[in-house]
């Protein structure tokens, strides 16, 4: 079979292949725990839910207008005014088919083949091979202190004429870093002057913890949202744990949303009707549901904290953000696809290998499931790695001996 030489080098999604791996072991019975999942285990808030049924009992699921249904851009336009303190016009918001997809639109209206785009380590697993998919170049910028808090510097010096965005992730998955407010306002003038645009995949911004509120980017730009290179891309799959409705939304210049329109209309006509309805009960709803998963995720980042802390050798930068954490693992190898091989074959314990966040030798660890998984997981994972952790453990109802260290 001939498959296109850009297709045959796009990788799997890491984290969804496996998510397949795991419920394949589950499905043969055998206990496994997932510390790589990226969604909560929340219930659907119930105004989501009465949204959706309401739709569905109507009868009426048709195509809709490609840029999304006028009720949930309102409701958008009202969720940005509050949060974001800036109040787009409906021709500057485009919903899409979940923020992955606001993510692609937007890089295919802006990206030219050979285009540069600057990603910032550790960053998201789709950023580099959505770049690839629109022929455009992805250039990572690692920052050299051994932080996850890049420095403009560090930005700058990677920056070419040909680069055309740079994508901004805070809180960050896979670190859980929220980047200071006074980067941002670096990088905001930077891009600015420079005319880059800025894409901040906002997809966690009320997800922070410990009291902190980082500033919205549009607070360090006096531009309007027409003249700004600031684009704002948000969705209700990790604020709302909505993730298998597949809502994301963009606000940006009108003429970049009419582009992606355009785009979107040749690619999936538009967002499903049923999860548009969803979408506009989450964000009218009543929103202490965010601030329930926030309180239950953050107690979760406890627990891992705790729990890792008693591992010898792996060192973890404490998250303030998202649903997960990225340590150090290097001290038992240099190699993170074959440790989460590892790990899941004889703890059978998911990991992420940070190599695929930019990252080799951390594992992206998630503490989004429950905390009886979150403290099991980790006393597996000590089992099987830890020479000070005991030789002998239960997995199920059998009996595990460590004989290889
Ligand atoms: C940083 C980041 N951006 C975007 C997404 C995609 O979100 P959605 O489910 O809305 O497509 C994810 C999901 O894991 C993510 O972690």
């Not at 787009?88 to 937007?106: C, E, F, R, W």
């Not at 951390?362 to 020479?387: F, M, N, Q």
Request: aromatic share 8%.
């Amino acid at each position: 079979m001939s498959i296109s030489k850009l297709a045959s080098s796009i990788k799997e999604s890491p984290t969804l292949a496996l998510n397949e791996k795991a419920r394949l072991l589950r499905v043969k019975g055998e206990p496994v725990i997932h510390l790589g999942g990226g969604e909560p285990k929340n219930k659907a808030p119930i105004t989501a839910v009465l949204g959706s049924a309401a739709k569905l009992r109507a009868g009426d699921i048709k195509y809709a207008p490609t840029d999304g249904l006028p009720s949930l851009k309102k409701a958008i336009i009202r969720y940005t005014e509050e949060n974001y303190g800036r109040l787009p016009s409906p021709d500057n918001v485009i919903v899409s088919t979940g923020a992955k997809q606001s993510i692609y639109n937007l890089l295919f209206s802006l990206v030219d083949p050979q285009d540069e785009v600057i990603l910032l380590a550790p960053y998201w697993v789709s950023y580099p091979e959505m770049v690839r998919m629109v022929y455009g170049i992805p250039v990572v910028v690692t920052p050299e202190d051994g932080t996850f808090q890049p420095r403009l510097e560090e930005i700058e010096e990677s920056v070419s004429s040909y680069t055309k965005v740079i994508i901004i992730n805070s809180p960050n998955n896979p670190s859980g870093m929220a980047y200071t407010d006074s980067f941002i306002a670096d990088i905001v003038d930077f891009a600015e002057r420079k005319g880059i645009y800025l894409i901040f995949d906002d997809i966690y911004h009320r997800l922070t913890f410990d009291g902190i509120h980082p500033k919205p980017a549009y607070e360090f730009t006096d531009k309007d949202i027409e003249n700004t290179r600031v684009i704002v891309v948000n969705g209700i799959s990790k604020l709302y744990g909505l993730t298998g409705f597949r809502i994301g939304w963009t606000v940006a210049n009108k003429r970049l949303v009419e582009v992606m329109t355009i785009i979107q209309s040749q690619v999936t006509s538009c967002p499903s009707v049923v999860s548009q309805a969803a979408a506009e009960g989450a964000l009218t709803g009543m929103q202490n549901v965010v601030d329930n998963l926030r309180l239950t995720i953050q107690n979760n980042r406890d627990v891992m904290l705790q729990e890792l802390k008693t591992f010898s050798d792996v060192t973890v930068r404490k998250p303030n953000g998202t649903f997960y954490c990225l340590p150090d693992f290097r001290a038992y190898s240099k190699n993170s696809l074959e440790l989460a091989k590892f790990l899941l074959d004889k703890a059978l314990v998911v990991t992420v290998p940070g190599v695929d966040f930019g990252m080799e030798g951390y594992l992206r660890l998630s503490y989004c499931g429950s905390v009886k998984e979150i403290t099991v997981g980790v006393e597996r994972l000590k089992w099987a790695l830890d020479p000070n952790a005991p030789n002998e453990i239960y997995i199920g109802d059998r009996k595990l001996i460590r004989d290889w260290l």
